[in-house]
């Protein structure tokens, strides 16, 4: 918790200063993110590989089957969704909500996927994903990728989702990537108005509470 405050402080101090601070050393990894067994890995990458293909054809059923359907409470967390699904009937509602469809054409991917065991039939993974889609209601197709979690469970029909969770980093870093790989010639930077929404969110009473919580010099 004191190196993700203090990270975060000294990436707001850089904003202040110019408005094309980048994140350097301290957002990336010493080292590659390798699981021990790869042979797990390499069977959660092929579930994943399954649920690509089905989220390309759209076929809810086909996702939902993907799922452990006897386990009594799933959970699942979408980067577009304010809150957890928890329960078979609000994860089937998100693979299938009623009404008519909006999206045109969708692309999930995963990748960087690690794997390890949690007990004997069930495993936990981390990948990221890609995901491109064109809806209805926009004039373009549009981008985005996240961190992303989720455990498995063992079955006979083979590993089956119990949870998933989808985690964009923090807006201030996410904008800040998207500017850095796409912004055109002579775009403003985004990065100081959002340092701005982070202290208009700050808590009223915390400066009250710095004054008996900080740091002794």
């Given at each position: 918790m004191h190196s993700k405050v203090a990270i975060l402080g000294y990436f707001l101090a850089g904003l202040l200063v110019t408005q094309f601070v980048f994140a350097g050393g301290h957002n990336q990894a010493r080292?590659?993110?390798i699981a021990k067994d790869q042979a797990l890995t390499a069977e959660i990458d092929a579930?994943?590989?399954e649920y690509e293909v089905l989220w390309d054809k759209q076929d809810p059923a086909?996702?939902?089957a993907l799922w452990d359907q006897n386990d009594p409470e799933p959970f699942y967390l979408a980067e577009e969704q304010d809150e957890w699904r928890i329960g078979w009937e609000q994860v089937n509602d998100y693979f299938d909500p009623p009404g008519d469809s909006t999206v045109t054409s969708i692309r999930m991917r995963f990748d960087g996927v690690q794997a390890r065991w949690l007990a004997d039939d069930l495993a936990f993974a981390k990948f990221w994903i890609r995901f491109d889609t064109k809806m209805d209601f926009l004039p373009n197709a549009i981008g985005?990728?996240?961190r992303a979690s989720a455990i498995f469970r063992k079955t006979d029909a083979g590993?089956?989702?119990i949870t998933w969770?989808?985690?964009p980093g923090s807006p201030i870093l996410y904008v800040q990537r998207l500017y850095k790989q796409h912004r055109e010639e002579g775009e403003q930077s985004p990065m100081p108005y959002i340092s701005k929404l982070y202290e208009r969110h700050t808590r009223e009473d915390f400066p009250e509470y710095m004054e008996t919580h900080k740091k002794e010099e």
């Open positions: 080292k590659p993110a579930v994943l590989n086909g996702l939902a985005t990728d996240a590993w089956r989702l969770a989808e985690s």
